[in-house]
């Protein structure tokens, strides 16, 4: 499959962990144009294989910069790929069998809570990023809406780390922790990493996110530390207005595998 790049690489993600200031540092230093690409990926069943190509190659063909195409993907965005590509290549396995000379970058965050705290803030308010400046939108606390979160992060990380061992891949691995608190360094770290991958023209000049994370997300957090220890007290369960309770019965007993009612 001929996709008119020399260098390409995936950043692995899970949602709130940072992914669109890597994608914007790495393409201030001409790594192509990075970004989340591949979240709708088109249903190809029962369409010639030629189609699957000619999408890529036209996104590829969109989004590259000097020949070096890069994206961000949650694990589902994978899946759906993958689906995609082996319609149309003989014995395809993984992405490393169509983009060249692929490399994979694996972005974590090492604090969970915090992690579902700004999911469910994003989730709540509907803003994924600001820019410097932008007004800070309502948002009320809620325990399982944040639990809702935490599980979700967990378990799409826990898919990452199933999917790289299964495959016996080595990603370059990033702690949101460490690699926002030392961005330079930790950028150096990456670049050496990257290798000849870098563009030779020049780099796209698009100005940093705000950090989101601010005195409301550390009062969400806190308060959800001390709600876990609540968990089965009787005055927990009244205070959360039957949320928790709807939340023990999807889990503990099964509802999500009750028949619907007609």
């Not at 759906?80 to 082996?86: F, G, K, Q, V």
Request: hydrophobic share 40%; aromatic share 12%; proline share 3%.
């Amino acid at each position: 499959m001929y996709l008119g790049i020399e260098n390409s690489f995936t950043i692995a993600f899970v949602m709130r962990s940072g992914s669109n200031q890597l994608c914007r540092l790495l393409a201030r230093r001409g790594f192509g144009r990075p970004g989340e690409l591949f979240q709708t990926v088109p249903n190809f069943h029962n369409q010639p294989t030629s189609s699957v190509e000619t999408w890529l190659a036209a996104l590829i063909a969109d989004n590259e910069a000097g020949g070096v195409f890069g994206s961000k993907m949650a694990h589902d965005h994978r899946a759906r790929l993958d689906e995609a590509l082996r319609l149309c290549v003989p014995g395809y396995n993984i992405l490393d069998d169509v983009f060249p000379r692929h490399k994979w970058i694996w972005l974590r965050r090492r604090d969970k809570i915090a992690q579902a705290v700004s999911l469910y803030i994003a989730e709540e308010t509907a803003r994924w990023s600001q820019e410097a400046g932008s007004a800070t939108v309502a948002c009320e606390y809620c325990y399982v809406g944040i639990l809702s979160a935490l599980l979700r992060v967990l378990a799409n990380d826990f898919t990452w780390e199933t999917y790289f061992s299964g495959h016996s891949l080595t990603p370059y691995k990033i702690w949101y922790e460490e690699f926002f608190s030392n961005v330079e360094e930790q950028l150096s770290k990456l670049t050496v990493y990257m290798g000849d991958a870098r563009s030779p023209m020049e780099a796209v000049q698009i100005p940093d996110l705000a950090v989101q994370r601010d005195g409301r997300s550390e009062r969400f957090a806190d308060r959800f530390r001390r709600d876990l220890n609540r968990v089965g007290e009787e005055s927990f369960a009244r205070e959360s207005s039957g949320a928790l309770v709807r939340w023990n019965a999807f889990f503990f007993e099964r509802s999500w595998n009750a028949t619907p009612s007609r």
